[in-house]
């Protein structure tokens, strides 16, 4: 279990709130409510060459655009799949990169410093996008601690730690269900994108000439 300890951050009352000092069965009962604990799903891994546009990262992640490019140009979550290299040019964000939106903004929900923030997110960028599902962040406000099983949960709510808590397993489906609706983009090897949509004009256009 890792931890995040910069500034003090206070609580808000959108956060998953627990009681200090509770019993073990208490504690279970909290997390399981809160869907804190973990599972055995079987995620699918997304494609690395598979990107969204901005304004779908942003509807995914439900964020403003302003803040989707604040956070690209200082470096809290850049594009993976293409970057923004010239007019014109389109940023692709990954899954990993829609779900490391959903998180920042949950923390900053919770009343969670951007800088403590930072720190969390740089220890989950060093995780496989798989192992992603098997973290939950708690957090008292004042820390953000990575907890990676049940009896790390538990601990801290047994201890008073946990005031609120993210399970990413929870927000990867969320993140699915709002993809699936939304448009993607695939880099071909020449690192350029195709829009779905570009490959139907494309065929279209041979069966006119033909």
């Not at 004042?142 to 808590?165: H, K, M, P």
Request: glycine letters at 12%.
């Amino acid at each position: 279990m890792t931890r995040s300890n910069d500034t003090e951050a206070p609580s808000s009352p959108g956060a998953e709130q627990f009681r200090d000092g509770v019993s073990s069965d208490e504690a279970r009962g909290q997390a399981v409510e809160q869907g804190l604990l973990f599972g055995d799903d079987d995620v699918r891994v997304p494609l690395d060459d598979v990107g969204f546009r901005g304004p779908s990262a942003c509807r995914a992640a439900g964020i403003t655009y302003r803040q989707l490019d604040y956070w690209a140009r200082t470096g809290l979550v850049s594009p993976t799949v293409r970057d923004a290299t010239g007019s014109g040019s389109q940023r692709l964000y990954s899954f990993r990169d829609i779900l490391l939106l959903r998180v920042i903004k949950r923390l900053l929900d919770a009343g969670i410093s951007l800088q403590q923030i930072r720190t969390a997110i740089a220890h989950l960028r060093g995780r496989g996008v798989s192992d992603l599902t098997e973290v939950t962040l708690m957090s008292d406000g004042a820390s953000v601690y990575e907890c990676t099983s049940d009896d790390q949960v538990i601990d801290l709510l047994r201890g008073g730690q946990g005031v609120f808590g993210i399970a990413l397993g929870g927000v990867w489906r969320d993140i699915e269900g709002s993809l699936a609706q939304l448009p993607a983009e695939r880099l071909d090897e020449a690192g350029s994108a195709d829009h779905p949509g570009d490959e139907l004009a494309r065929r279209r256009a041979a069966r006119a000439a033909g």
